[in-house]
């Protein structure tokens, strides 16, 4: 009796206990982490040497899996594919701005039309995979919209199949899908925005214009900036759209598409998995290159943007140099 | 000052026409699925896919679509896994923020930057080897090893929890613990209870994705006739159904149902959670 409660209380103390918290505390989380991504990313890394499959024997073949995924036509080909990506992703921005600043000022309806352009967010990929099938399958939606507006069917492509448009059919499908989240989250910038600015635009008769121009803009470029190079990451690795639209056929195969089939139809895991860390290390540059630029314009957190500290110098330098 | 006006008339209109046609745009392809879902397989077959259905009250599309796709296990399974994940992953996620944020010990930056790195992951691209590993614990086809694995991939929640803590003043704690509460006590008893906002924010995200998640789904779940969800359950229509789309349209109205609901009922909330997880990046 006298020993438990004396156990009691030596867990209940100070720094015991705080570590006894500390360690049950992360102990699930932590483990998950390890188990579903640092073991997997390591195994991965060793996988790319290797020419294997998941059951089976396995042999080493050094490098001659990355010399593959550089050489196969199928592989850099997909990665030129991100080009339609990166320029649906960019539209997707410019619309959404667009969209967000019309729908931040006083405007009727406004809820409806957030709530209409929103929705497509919240439909799961698969589905949107089909509704899009079918908006583009020939002589229905898109065929019989276009058809109102006087075009004729003979002269309109196969939106899926033919190689000169299918890509753009199927990153068109991204923009519908993402347009909206991009909406709501400027929507939140803006509104974050001091709204004495606007009253003094006001005050001073900016028109809506002006005010995106000159109040809008420069409170909410830093977030402009960052998905704009979180969309080139992204357009990267896309692989919802073209995998549930096209199954990556007629040429529309993104990178992970490929990787995906190799992968999991013909079981080719080793240069699968080369294929992935080739793409890390893409995406690893791409993300070094966006922290410098976070730190070099925007300055990350209460620090100052290292751009105007250097700028400071230089005039301190002109200046004659005192400090 | 009337040429003022009137170009000011004018942009409005412009304004208004841009939205009914983003509005426009956004619902067309949802709103013929549903037109279609209407239609006899005559209907279906005769009349153009912009024509309205004759008898809005046909529900034979959506019975075959349900009973095809075996939608109720589907949903009952969604709702297990919803449950589940969401249970899990905010009571992980926040015990695991509570220690970052309130407790400075050896690695836990190291942590932190573990937690960082893994976010960049394609997480397409790790399941190459997450299988081998779901493989060989024999948790392929098995519903609580899925859910487990669902727990251990999100890193926005606990930056969205990390954040809400940091916005509870410390002396809330100091004074809990003055009183004789224990470390766990000062969580669950007073921080948990505090984080509700940041807690319907992480249900909503990862709600949604969740119950999105048709990849590893369709990758770890392949027992379609027990262990189907209902994402994966609309693969059914993929084969030889592939182009009967009164019944494909049918069974994607089914699903997006629940989501509709949820937007109409939280819509603030969503809106909210999103601008939020946003600002953190």
């Known amino acids: 009796m006298n020993e438990k409660r004396s156990f009691k209380a030596w867990v209940t103390s100070g720094k015991v206990n705080r570590r006894l918290c500390i360690f049950t505390f992360m102990f699930v989380p932590v483990t998950l982490l390890l188990v579903f991504t640092y073991i997997p990313f390591f195994k991965m890394i060793g996988f790319s040497f290797y020419d294997m499959k998941y059951i089976g024997e396995k042999e080493f073949v050094g490098l001659?899996?990355?010399?593959?995924?550089?050489?196969?036509?199928?592989?850099?080909?997909?990665?030129?594919l991100s080009l339609y990506y990166i320029v649906a992703s960019f539209v997707q921005l410019a619309l959404a701005l667009y969209f967000a600043s019309v729908l931040s000022f006083k405007i009727k309806g406004s809820g409806v039309f957030k709530g209409l352009m929103f929705f497509p967010y919240l439909v799961c990929g698969i589905a949107v995979g089909f509704i899009f099938k079918f908006f583009y399958t020939r002589g229905f939606v898109l065929d019989t919209v276009l058809q109102w507006c006087g075009f004729n069917l003979e002269q309109l492509p196969y939106w899926l199949?033919?190689?000169?448009?299918?890509?753009?059919?199927?990153?068109?499908?991204?923009?519908?899908?993402?347009?909206?989240?991009?909406?709501?989250?400027?929507?939140?910038?803006?509104?974050?925005?001091?709204?004495?600015?606007?009253?003094?635009?006001?005050?001073?008769?900016?028109?809506?214009?002006?005010?995106?121009?000159?109040?809008?803009?420069?409170?909410?470029?830093?977030?402009?900036?960052?998905?704009?190079?979180?969309?080139?990451?992204?357009s990267l690795s896309v692989f919802e759209p073209p995998y549930v639209i096209t199954g990556g056929d007629f040429g529309t195969g993104t990178y992970f598409v490929i990787m995906n089939k190799l992968a999991h139809e013909s079981q080719k895991v080793g240069l699968a998995s080369a294929m992935a860390i080739v793409l890390l290390i893409l995406i690893m540059i791409a993300t070094m290159i966006q922290k410098w630029v976070e730190k070099y314009y925007f300055g990350v957190g209460d620090a100052e943007p290292l751009r105007e500290i250097r700028k400071r110098k230089k005039r301190l330098e002109a200046k004659g140099g005192t400090r | 000052m009337s040429k003022a006006k009137m170009k000011r008339t004018l942009i409005s209109v412009l304004k208004y026409i841009t939205l009914i046609l983003g509005g426009f745009i956004s619902v067309l392809p949802i709103v013929v699925c549903v037109i279609t879902a209407f239609k006899t397989p005559e209907e279906y077959a005769s009349t153009n896919v912009m024509t309205l259905p004759k008898n809005w009250f046909y529900f034979e599309n959506f019975i075959q679509a349900w009973s095809q796709a075996n939608m109720g296990v589907a949903f009952r399974n969604s709702i297990i896994i919803l449950v589940f994940v969401l249970a899990g992953s905010i009571l992980t996620g926040s015990m695991l923020a509570y220690v970052l944020s309130r407790f400075k010990f050896k690695g836990n930056g190291f942590i932190r930057n573990l937690f960082l790195f893994a976010s960049l992951l394609p997480g397409i691209a790790m399941q190459v080897s997450v299988y081998q590993i779901m493989y060989s614990l024999g948790w392929i086809n098995f519903l609580p090893g899925y859910i487990i694995m669902m727990c251990g991939t999100d890193i926005i929640s606990i930056y969205i929890f990390i954040q809400f803590f940091e916005n509870i003043p410390d002396s809330l704690d100091e004074s809990a613990i003055m009183d004789g509460c224990t470390y766990f006590g000062v969580f669950f008893r007073i921080l948990f209870p505090l984080l509700k906002p940041a807690i319907v924010t992480v249900m909503i995200l990862k709600g949604v994705s969740v119950y999105n998640e048709y990849y590893t789904a369709n990758l770890y779940l392949q027992d379609k006739n027990r262990l189907v969800t209902v994402a994966t359950s609309l693969f059914k229509f993929t084969g030889p159904l592939g182009n009967q789309y009164n019944y494909i349209c049918a069974g994607v109205i089914i699903t997006m149902v629940p989501a509709l609901i949820v937007f109409i009922l939280c819509q603030k909330q969503i809106y909210g959670g999103l601008a939020a997880g946003a600002v953190k990046g």
């Open chain 1, 64 to 80: 001659k899996n990355y010399m593959e995924v550089f050489t196969r036509e199928d592989c850099f080909q997909a990665l030129k």
């Open chain 1, 161 to 234: 199949k033919d190689t000169s448009i299918n890509n753009i059919s199927v990153a068109a499908t991204s923009v519908w899908r993402y347009m909206g989240q991009g909406m709501v989250m400027f929507i939140g910038a803006i509104m974050s925005v001091d709204a004495s600015l606007y009253e003094a635009g006001d005050i001073d008769g900016a028109n809506s214009f002006q005010k995106f121009i000159y109040i809008i803009l420069p409170s909410i470029k830093t977030i402009i900036v960052l998905n704009m190079i979180l969309s080139i990451t992204g």
